[in-house]
């Protein structure tokens, strides 16, 4: 039997609804609010008290940690080196309601050279670890390069089998390693090729949107249709191009095509971060983080 409707109830539930609506006009989202990450590739020179401050005034719900305080290897950083100090760290974050929500390694899986690839797998495996303890769902990996010395077969071949190692050694974890559309593969097809040779549970992709965008011009569209069933996080950087060159420009000023490949996402149901990917630490000519980071929520409502 359905329980009486008294007025009382009726305000309270009339109430509850404005302030839903409210809370999102305010906002300047729409009813669907997008999640919101940054990547600490854009603030190299920032401590964890800063970038945890940021996400909070900005309004990021979100941190992906590639590097912290010029180290790139996470495993070495005071903030993660040991079990008690990721479990700090942790806890601090979500203290404030932000997520670790990915984990960048250096890991590259094209190399056929076994002392190499022996490396850069035991970073992976490293950084599963890490983001095991930190409670973060993902780490990325990179294809990364088609070397002219082996055939592209081979090359592919190697980094299916890499990321199916990576998937078996994270299966009893609740980590996912991804791979990101990154360096010279980041065609559709040949991304496709990757991951139906590696499918495993634990197993995605970083669609990188600029990057697919800027090395290999695909309609995001049809990108999206190719690439969903693997997509688990998503990069959003913008630039201009120029003279064959890109420019790295704020968020909504420049020429990637962001709203066709976020439009696609929102009508694929995409429900993951939108991680802005600000490359400071590679191009530090660029605007500083202080500019960069909090302009990305307020731009992004133009798309939501």
């Keep these: ?33 997008p999640q919101l990450a940054f990547s600490t590739l854009g603030c190299p ?5 800063t970038i945890l401050k940021t ?20 495993t070495k950083s005071p903030a993660f080196r040991t079990v008690n ?8 974050f979500a203290d ?23 490396r850069n797998l035991d970073e992976a495996r490293r950084f599963i670890d890490l983001a095991q303890q930190l409670n973060c769902p993902y780490v990325r990996v990179f294809p990364d ?43 559709s097809d040949l991304l496709v090729q990757i991951l139906e040779t590696a499918k495993h549970p634990r197993v995605g992709l970083i669609w990188d ?29 913008d630039a201009k191009i120029a003279n064959g060159k890109h420019q790295y420009v704020l968020t909504g000023q420049g020429e990637a095509p962001l709203r066709e490949a976020i439009d696609s996402l929102k009508a694929g149901k995409y429900e993951g ?4 990917e600000w490359e400071k630490l590679w191009h530090p000519d660029i605007l500083e983080p202080e500019q960069a980071i909090p302009q990305y929520p307020k731009a992004m409502k133009a798309y939501f």
């Design 1 to 33: 039997m359905m329980p009486q409707l008294t007025r009382r109830s009726a305000l309270k539930i009339t109430a509850a609804g404005l302030t839903t609506a409210l809370s999102g006009a305010l906002s300047g989202f729409g009813p669907k609010k």
């Design 145 to 187: 390069q088609l070397p002219p010395d082996q055939s592209r077969e081979k090359t592919l071949e190697l980094i299916s089998q890499g990321l199916l190692t990576l998937g078996d050694y994270a299966k009893k974890s609740s980590v996912t390693v991804l791979l990101e559309s990154h360096g010279e593969l980041t065609r």
């Design 96 to 118: 404030q309601g932000i997520q670790i929500c990915n984990l960048g390694s250096s890991a590259q899986l094209h190399h056929a050279d076994a002392t190499k690839r022996a």
């Design 273 to 276: 971060y939108y991680s802005f």
């Design 55 to 74: 996400a909070v005034t900005a309004g990021y719900k979100a941190v992906e940690f590639r590097g912290l305080e010029g180290e790139l290897d996470l």
């Design 209 to 237: 949107i600029f990057n697919m965008w800027a090395d290999a011009p695909e309609a995001p569209a049809e990108v999206y249709r190719k690439l969903k069933p693997y997509i688990r996080h998503v990069h959003v950087k």
């Design 45 to 49: 020179k920032w401590s964890l008290d």
């Design 85 to 92: 100090q990721a479990t700090e760290t942790r806890t601090r």
